[in-house]
């Protein structure tokens, strides 16, 4: 598990293409940004599930209250992209 920060988690991108890497962080750090603003939170989680896809699930704990959405793709940003936007419009 790769943390960001206390608070962002990511679990199984260890492998992942150090160029590739640098995105997922951007993208993320972005995101947990704009969901702070909203509302500040405990933990937000990223999982990442390939088999022919990319499937990410994103979990959010705010208030001792878990948030989850997921989103499957072949691309992968687009993935967690779409994942990480559904929680921020929770």
């Known amino acids: ?6 608070n962002i988690k990511l679990e199984n991108f260890e492998d992942m293409d150090p160029i590739k890497m640098i995105v997922v ?3 993320t750090g972005n995101y947990a940004k704009k969901i702070s603003e909203k ?6 989680k990223v999982k990442l599930t390939q088999d022919q896809e990319f ?3 994103v979990t959010l704990t705010r208030d001792n209250n878990e948030t989850k959405a997921e989103h499957k793709d072949k691309n992968l940003f687009y993935a967690l992209d779409n994942a990480l936007n559904k929680i921020l419009q929770s």
Do not use: H
Not at 39 to 44: H, Y
């Open 1 to 6: 598990m790769i943390e960001l920060g206390g």
């Open 25 to 27: 962080k951007k993208v």
């Open 39 to 44: 509302s500040p939170f405990q933990e937000l």
């Open 55 to 57: 499937q990410i699930e």
